[in-house]
T-cell receptor
Framework: GAVVSQHPSRVICKSGTSVKIECRSLDFQATTMFWYRQFPKQSLMLMATSNEGSKATYEQGVEKDKFLINHASLTLSTLTVTSAHPEDSSFYIC????????????FGPGTRLLVL | GQNIDQPTEMTATEGAIVQINCTYQTSGFNGLFWYQQHAGEAPTFLSYNVLDGLEEKGRFSSFLSRSKGYSYLLLKELQMKDSASYLCAPMDSNYQLIWGAGTKLIIKP
């Protein structure tokens, strides 16, 4: 149980284009989904927290107009990196939790983004 | 501020036991998670402690002392596949996980 999928697993795009990453909870309803970014050999950095049907809460320093998050259903959240630049190249990972704030976060496999 | 202190890297031998220590300082506390992360992959959940004491789950055990702001992850009968980074992540009063860089564990034959 508690499987989270992410798509695509890897994407290469040109600078200036937009990229959408999907995160799905496959066998549970995810009340809350989290989006992280991780640079090589660094810790996970929380970008935003989203609850189904409401606007995402962004961490300080994360541009909400650049990283668009939509949590349209209890099993799907999307992150769109708009007008991507090479510095946006990173490992993007989503996680989902089922219920209360104390629920364990289960992670998707991650999406490796390379912007040329 | 909030911070986590774990050794950057540890080396152990296949079949042995290793203990990965973690000290933390958070604004409030709602438990502590341990995750395993293999290189290039996303973290996977290992354990959750909210009360003091030892939680055992197969070859892995996790210990928590809230008064000391201290936790450890104990791995027994080490296997080569246990080579990974181990992330100690306490949850603060806002129910946010606080992440450090983790401990890279290298297992040698």
């Amino acid at each position: 149980g508690a499987v989270v999928s992410q798509h695509p697993s890897r994407v290469i795009c040109k600078s200036g284009t937009s990229v959408k990453i999907e995160c799905r909870s496959l066998d549970f309803q995810a009340t809350t989904m989290f989006w992280y970014r991780q640079f090589p050999k660094q810790s996970l950095m929380l970008m935003a927290t989203s609850n189904e049907g409401s606007k995402a809460t962004y961490e300080q320093g994360v541009e909400k107009d650049k990283f668009l998050i939509n949590h349209a259903s209890l099993t799907l959240s999307t992150l769109t990196v708009t007008s991507a630049h090479p510095e946006d190249s990173s490992f993007y990972i989503c996680s989902a939790s089922a219920g209360t704030s104390l629920e364990t976060q289960y992670f998707g496999p991650g999406t490796r983004l390379l912007v040329l | 501020g909030q911070n986590i202190d774990q050794p950057t890297e540890m080396t152990a031998t296949e079949g042995a036991i290793v203990q990965i220590n973690c000290t933390y300082q958070t604004s409030g506390f709602n438990g502590l998670f341990w995750y395993q992360q293999h290189a290039g992959e996303a973290p996977t959940f290992l354990s959750y402690n909210v009360l003091d004491g030892l939680e055992e789950k197969g070859r892995f055990s996790s210990f928590l002392s809230r008064s000391k702001g201290y936790s450890y992850l104990l791995l027994k009968e080490l296997q080569m596949k246990d080579s990974a980074s181990y992330l100690c992540a306490p949850m603060d009063s806002n129910y946010q996980l606080i992440w450090g860089a983790g401990t890279k564990l290298i297992i040698k034959p």
